[in-house]
Structure formats: structure tokens, C-alpha cells
């Protein structure tokens, strides 16, 4: 099955700079990848996705890129506000299959006013 | 928030004891997931439903089992539950590639 890793597992940055998630997945025929953004005690909530056949998204200060030669994708905020911290989730389809999605382990944002 | 609603919303209970989950959604939507959220492992699938009466395993579901008997309906029975299944419970809904969470059932088991 699809494997997906996500580094760092925690960030911490000073407002105003910008933060940088990574992750890798395993499966060559996964085709959509979202980011999912969690505040403390909420339920996960779609920031902004990516479809194979796209290289870069972006939607104001958040923004994706995908390599699907190497495999990985990245979450780019901008310009970060305290609002931003939360924990961060990447996905990515199993397979070519747009139902089932496997997560990475999460990555807490931390910014700091 | 895509009209899904879990119950109950807190649940404490006691090793050896069934327990069911429901996930409620409005939506019409036709696929439907249960995650739970343990620290340091992110959300793990447990089963998902591709409509009535049709579910499937996901990575973590020995221990799990669900039923799909109306399209809004989602339940998760843990048959006996084990001190291993104390966990923050999530539903999920499907459409147009997105999945859409409810708001979790955090279940502790003494």
C-alpha cells in the first residue's frame, strides 16, 4: 500500500516568516494529494490540494508543489500568523484511486508572535 | 462542515465492554470513512464504505467492524474494547476527491 512521510514532525517560526512541510509518498499511481490543517481539538480541515497533472498551486498565502518524478510534495505558507499554528496533515490517493488517501504523521506548526 | 455529525461526541467505558460509533452526514455522499487519531501516528483508516452494506478494511480495523444500512448512516463497533482502542475517533465523508471530517468521538476505555 501507499506509504507517506512528512518532516518536520514539529516547526517552529517567528511571524512574518515563511514555513515549509515536506512529504514523500511511495506509490507512483497516486494522483491527488491534499493538506489538511488541524487546530487543537477541531476536526481536520482541507487547506488546499493538488492533482497530478499539476506541478503548483497556490490559493494567497498557501501554496503546493508536487515532484512526481521524485515522489514529493510540498505545503509553502507565506507571510505566517499566529492563526497558522495548528498541526498539518499531508495525503496522498492509494493507488489511482480517488477514495482512499493515506496520511502522513502530522507536523505541529508553531508561530510565534 | 459537509452536515456530518458524530455521537457521541465523549465516551468513557470499560475494557471488555461494546461500543458503537455513529457518524451521521445529510450530504448524500456515497463513500464514508472511520480514522482514529493516536499522537505521533496521524489519522489511520480502520474501514470505509463505498455504499449500503458495502465496507472494507482499512489499515488498522482488527478489533473494528462497521455496518452501512442507509446512506447517512456510518456505525464502528468495537466488539470488547481493549485500553489499545482508547483513541480520538473520526468519521469522514467523500465527494469530488475531497473527504470532509466530523467533528470526533473521543473514547477512553479503562
Known amino acids: 500500500g501507499e506509504n507517506v512521510e512528512q518532516h518536520p514532525s514539529t516547526l517552529s517560526v517567528q511571524e512574518g516568516d515563511s514555513a515549509v512541510i515536506k512529504c514523500t509518498y511511495s506509490?507512483?499511481?497516486?494522483?491527488?494529494f491534499p493538506w489538511y490543517k488541524q487546530e487543537l481539538g477541531k476536526r481536520p480541515q482541507l487547506i488546499i490540494d493538488?492533482?497530478?497533472?499539476?506541478g503548483e498551486k497556490k490559493d494567497q498565502r498557501i501554496a503546493v508543489t508536487l515532484n512526481k518524478t521524485a515522489k514529493h510534495f510540498s505545503l509553502h505558507i507565506t507571510e505566517t500568523q499566529p492563526e497558522d499554528s495548528a498541526v498539518y496533515f499531508c495525503?496522498?490517493?492509494?493507488?489511482?484511486?480517488?477514495?482512499?488517501?493515506?496520511f502522513g504523521k502530522g507536523t505541529l506548526l508553531t508561530v510565534n508572535p | 462542515d459537509a452536515g456530518i455529525t458524530q455521537s457521541p461526541r465523549h465516551k468513557v467505558t470499560e475494557t471488555g465492554t461494546p461500543v458503537t460509533l455513529r457518524c451521521h452526514q445529510t450530504?448524500?455522499?456515497?463513500?464514508m470513512y472511520w480514522y482514529r487519531q493516536d499522537p505521533g501516528h496521524g489519522l489511520r483508516l480502520i474501514h470505509y464504505?463505498?455504499?449500503?452494506?458495502?465496507?472494507d478494511k482499512g489499515e488498522v480495523s482488527d478489533g473494528y467492524s462497521v455496518s452501512r444500512s442507509k446512506t447517512e448512516d456510518f456505525l464502528l463497533t468495537l466488539e470488547s474494547a481493549t485500553s489499545s482502542q482508547t483513541s480520538v475517533y473520526f468519521c469522514?465523508?467523500?465527494?469530488?476527491?475531497?473527504?470532509?471530517f466530523g467533528p470526533g468521538t473521543r473514547l477512553t476505555v479503562l
Open positions: 495525503a496522498a490517493s492509494e493507488g489511482g484511486s480517488n477514495y482512499k488517501l493515506t
Open positions: 506509490d507512483s499511481a497516486s494522483n491527488y
Open positions: 450530504e448524500n455522499h456515497r463513500y
Open positions: 464504505s463505498y455504499g449500503v452494506k458495502d465496507t
Open positions: 493538488i492533482r497530478s497533472n499539476v
Open positions: 469522514a465523508t467523500e465527494t469530488q476527491y475531497t473527504q470532509y
